[in-house]
């Protein structure tokens, strides 16, 4: 298996500006086992809900909170120049989005929009909302799209909204814990229903940094081309590159089963 330096596009690692890291000492311990597991570019996703704080406020905090941390990593780790943090947002849905200035909620340097959906229910206006955003230049990815239960329903749906331009991530750690749906799991990125990988980190050890161990997960059940598909694709976004386009396979319903 080749090495590579690794992206992480969706995380909680700064402090006290979400439910990550509560403090810099837990954020610094956090990016440390990210660096030491092979991840050098990472993008910082904290969370943000238009329908409940500002964005001018929201982006102060974070760009104090990485301050911080940077001044901190600085001294304790001259040497990692090779560590490239970049700041993001995981955006909560709401119509209303379309009202804003997005460009501060992207991540840093891109056009990329990570966005996360309710669980239970395709949001209001899902389609119309996106895409203006996408009319305006924003490519939303979708966060942790395992956890929507109407996706995991009926995911032909992924095929419709990547022809749309939407870019789809899931959560390293869907693939290293037994679930009904793992099979499914293994068989959207066989498909190329799934875009990117990434650890969704809260904390070391409720919700820790394992995106290499996802990534391995994926390589030892589907192979090199898809594991390496992954990594090339996160790398890309972190660096406001277009993906390329490969052709998907939708599934059917086969005796009960997504095939």
């Keep these: 298996m080749k090495t590579f330096e690794l992206t ?12 990550g890291a509560r403090d810099v000492e837990n954020s610094l311990k956090l990016i440390e086992a990210a660096y030491e597991s092979g991840i050098k570019q990472i993008m910082l996703t904290s969370h943000f809900d238009c329908e409940k704080s500002g964005i001018q406020n929201y982006v102060e905090k974070r760009e104090k909170a990485l301050n911080e941390v940077s001044e901190c990593l600085l001294k304790k780790h001259p040497d990692w120049t090779d560590l490239r943090l970049k700041l993001g947002a995981e955006v909560n849905y709401s119509p209303s989005l379309v ?23 395709l949001p209001a206006y899902f389609d119309s909302t996106i895409q203006k955003m996408i009319m305006r230049g924003i490519i939303p990815i979708i966060a942790h799209v395992e956890r929507y239960r109407y996706i995991m329903q009926n995911p032909v749906m992924l095929c419709d909204w990547i022809d749309d331009g939407i870019i789809i991530q899931m959560n390293a750690e869907s693939f ?3 679930n009904k749906n793992l099979n499914l799991y293994f068989n959207l990125v066989k498909w190329n229903l799934v875009h990117v990988i990434a650890s969704d980190a809260h904390s070391l050890h409720r919700r820790p ?14 192979g090199d081309q898809c594991w390496e598909r992954l990594i090339e694709n996160s790398n890309l976004i972190f660096n406001n590159h277009s993906l390329r386009q490969l052709e998907m396979y939708c599934p059917r319903k086969v005796l009960g089963r997504w095939r």
Excluded: F, R, W
């Design 209 to 222: 940094v394992n995106l290499n161990d996802g990534l391995e997960a994926i390589n030892k059940k589907l």
């Design 8 to 19: 992480d596009l969706h995380c909680h690692l700064l402090p006290q500006i979400d439910d």
């Design 99 to 121: 009202q804003y200035d997005l460009k501060p909620l992207c991540m840093e340097g891109t056009a990329y929009l990570l966005m996360e959906l309710p669980s239970d229910n």
């Design 176 to 178: 290293l814990k037994k």
